[in-house]
């Protein structure tokens, strides 16, 4: 699916340009691309002009919440389908993404993006070959492509997330120049497309699953076993886990996934907010 290239507007972007307008000047300089870049937007009564295409000016546009011109007006990014999925603007540029209303990727103390950057780095992807099992916004894909990946296999389940990507500046378009072919981006649910996968043919791996409640299969000895399966002696695996309070929750999730990796044939330690891990085999 071809990535998006028309504005992306915030009500933050929109106030700042019907404000331009309003006050009589004939453009306005800033970024419609979540700050990927600043362009000189053109201004009239009417609407605005971005890449020298016309667009009125949209309706009233709400407090977190991403506006993409579908070809007739400003929609908001969402979709429902069995859940509602909602691309949702940051201060940081890149965007996070809510699940019902559940936030999917740190945002508060930083970037999105530039977490994802260091949970990459872990792994040190240059030269590698890279499986990523839950591929999301594609943060991780993009942060291995920016570091010098060979190739990233990456698989996303859910179709309205890849579609949060194509409209996402932030997330990698594996048909761009920039990636050119070391991304392999597939819909379809690692825990079963796994089983596909050659031996000992990644030199890491990526996991950045759902929580435990939603996806328990991505933490399961028989998925584990699997990873270690298709990666190479000495890969390094990055498990995100979060920090689930144990005092409501019960469980301490990233021990417990230490020690399932251990049984798998991993050297597990805590990292970040996850498990880093090597494989012994």
Same mark, same amino acid.
């Given at each position: 699916?071809?990535?998006?290239?028309?504005?992306?507007?915030?009500?933050?972007?929109?106030?700042?340009?019907q404000?331009?307008?309003?006050?009589?000047?004939?453009?306005?300089?800033?970024?419609l691309?979540?700050?990927?870049?600043?362009?000189?937007?053109?201004?009239?009564?009417?609407?605005?002009?971005?890449?020298?295409?016309?667009?009125?000016?949209?309706g009233?546009?709400?407090?977190?919440?991403?506006?993409?011109?579908?070809?007739?007006?400003?929609?908001?990014?969402?979709?429902?389908?069995?859940?509602?999925?909602?691309?949702?603007?940051?201060?940081?540029?890149?965007?996070?993404?809510?699940?019902?209303?559940?936030?999917?990727?740190?945002?508060?103390?930083?970037?999105?993006f530039?977490?994802?950057?260091?949970?990459?780095?872990?792994?040190?992807?240059?030269?590698k070959t &890279?499986?990523?099992?839950?591929?999301?916004? $594609?943060?991780? #894909?993009?942060?291995? /492509? *920016?570091?010098?990946? +060979?190739q990233? %296999?990456?698989?996303?389940?859910?179709?309205?997330?890849?579609w949060?990507?194509?409209?996402?500046?932030?997330?990698?378009?594996?048909?761009?120049?920039?990636?050119?072919?070391?991304?392999?981006?597939?819909?379809?649910?690692?825990?079963?497309?796994?089983?596909?996968?050659?031996?000992?043919?990644?030199?890491?791996?990526?996991?950045?699953?759902?929580?435990?409640?939603?996806?328990?299969?991505?933490?399961?000895?028989?998925?584990?076993?699997?990873?270690?399966?298709?990666?190479?002696?000495?890969?390094?695996?990055?498990?995100?886990?979060?920090?689930?309070?144990?005092?409501?929750?019960?469980?301490?999730?990233?021990?417990? &996934?230490?020690?399932?990796?251990?049984?798998? $044939?991993?050297? #597990?330690?805590?990292? /970040? *907010?996850?498990?880093? +891990?090597?494989? %012994?085999?």
């Amino acid at each position: 699916m071809p990535h998006y290239s028309g504005p992306l507007l915030t009500r933050e972007s929109a106030t700042a340009l019907q404000r331009a307008a309003a006050a009589g000047v004939s453009s306005w300089t800033g970024s419609l691309d979540l700050g990927r870049s600043e362009e000189a937007v053109g201004l009239s009564t009417d609407g605005f002009v971005f890449r020298g295409q016309s667009y009125p000016w949209p309706g009233k546009v709400k407090d977190r919440t991403l506006y993409y011109w579908d070809g007739e007006e400003f929609l908001p990014i969402s979709r429902f389908s069995a859940s509602l999925i909602k691309l949702v603007p940051t201060e940081w540029g890149a965007p996070t993404f809510e699940i019902d209303g559940i936030k999917m990727l740190p945002s508060a103390k930083l970037s999105p993006f530039d977490d994802a950057r260091r949970k990459v780095d872990l792994i040190a992807p240059a030269g590698k070959t &890279v499986l990523d099992t839950c591929g999301g916004l $594609g943060y991780f #894909a993009a942060c291995c /492509l *920016d570091a010098g990946v +060979a190739q990233v %296999r990456s698989f996303e389940k859910n179709p309205d997330v890849l579609w949060l990507r194509t409209l996402n500046p932030w997330s990698p378009d594996p048909d761009a120049d920039s990636a050119g072919g070391r991304l392999q981006l597939a819909q379809g649910d690692v825990s079963e497309e796994i089983a596909a996968l050659p031996g000992n043919s990644v030199d890491a791996i990526l996991h950045d699953p759902p929580r435990f409640g939603i996806a328990g299969e991505l933490y399961s000895q028989v998925f584990y076993d699997q990873l270690a399966r298709v990666i190479r002696s000495g890969g390094k695996l990055f498990h995100y886990t979060g920090a689930p309070n144990k005092l409501t929750s019960g469980r301490d999730v990233p021990r417990e &996934v230490a020690k399932r990796l251990e049984k798998a $044939g991993f050297k #597990a330690e805590l990292a /970040l *907010d996850g498990v880093l +891990a090597t494989y %012994r085999g």
